[in-house]
């Protein structure tokens, strides 16, 4: 090997070795949720009556009402960076069991699957198959239900405008946009059986989820993306507001966001959710994306400053603990 090559060799290598040490850092560089640890509301004390909800990390919420109980999303598994990033991801049922054990659900009347992303629909079809629960969802997420070989009978298809009662709850499922990301688009078309590369969860359509329950109406907004108008005349006391990639836009599209969400439905509270890193355990302490995916700081100031300018109340909803979302509003 000449001079020249291995000059060549040595500067690749090199090269290939900063940019690995830069990885390692964009990784393990994030954020810390400490800060905001007095915002969290406090778990439901006593012998627990009406709606309460259980924040299950990323847009999983469960809204139980003592007879009644629907779920969002229901995303458990979390595989790892390593496993989303270079193979294929399914769902573990392992960890599907013992986080519904965990977060006390025998029964579920509904999964309610927002958008189709593997972060959001890939466990969905073996909640409901423990649960008895229908999936709802777009096509996209009946082709998920279906890839898992989950019951007809256990899928609904819903569109733009759709309401469905479940005992004392009314869904309402209203078309959004997902968050503008390199993975917002697309269909799945057939049936997709895991194990699967995680970019084959295709979005499908979003949706805005308003949920009413004994006069009192909570918006699920798990992306942060909207459509202009989309959720005018409509109104929810408390919005669960997805915030995943918000500290990456620009001032002026978390302005439109806010006011499309937020504003649009008049809510006097807002608690972010999907500011996690899901690639990470359940059963650990829930830590922010890290800076290379979002920031979860930018996107709290621009929050916080809102709320406190227009008199909205801003909270965090601790993991695993059933909460009264309506407390003090």
Request: with cysteine; hydrophobic share 40%; proline share 5%.
């Amino acid at each position: 090997m000449n001079r020249y090559a291995k000059r060549t060799l040595i500067a690749f290598v090199a090269f290939l070795l900063c940019g690995a040490i830069w990885l390692a850092y964009e990784f393990g560089s994030r954020p810390s949720v400490a800060p905001y640890a007095y915002l969290a509301l406090a778990p439901a004390a006593g012998k627990v009556t009406g709606l309460r909800v259980t924040f299950l990390g990323v847009s999983t919420l469960l809204f139980d009402d003592g007879e009644t109980a629907i779920l969002t999303d229901g995303f458990f598994t979390r595989p790892d960076w390593k496993t989303v990033l270079t193979r294929k991801v399914r769902p573990d049922s392992e960890r599907i069991a013992k986080s519904l054990q965990r977060a006390g659900i025998t029964r579920l009347d509904a999964v309610i699957v927002t958008h189709s992303h593997y972060d959001h629909a890939m466990d969905s079809p073996e909640v409901a198959r423990r649960t008895g629960a229908i999936v709802l969802g777009s096509e996209s997420t009946a082709n998920v239900a279906r890839g898992w070989k989950l019951a007809e009978n256990q899928i609904r298809i819903v569109g733009n405008g759709d309401q469905i009662e479940f005992g004392r709850f009314q869904v309402t499922f209203i078309q959004t946009r997902h968050a503008p990301t390199d993975f917002t688009g697309g269909e799945i078309r057939e049936p997709l059986m895991p194990p699967v590369r995680a970019n084959q969860y295709r979005e499908g359509s979003s949706f805005s989820v308003l949920i009413k329950h004994n006069g009192k109406t909570l918006l699920v907004q798990s992306t942060a993306g909207f459509v202009e108008g989309a959720l005018r005349g409509q109104q929810a006391d408390v919005v669960f507001l997805g915030i995943g990639a918000l500290g990456n836009q620009g001032e002026a599209y978390r302005q439109a966001y806010w006011h499309e969400t937020v504003q649009a439905v008049g809510a006097s509270r807002v608690i972010p959710i999907h500011w996690d890193d899901f690639t990470r355990p359940l059963d650990q302490p829930l830590v922010p994306l890290p800076y290379l995916f979002d920031d979860l700081d930018k996107s709290m100031a621009f929050i916080l400053g809102r709320g406190q300018h227009e008199g909205v109340d801003v909270k965090f909803a601790p993991t695993w603990a059933k909460v009264d979302p309506f407390a003090g509003v």
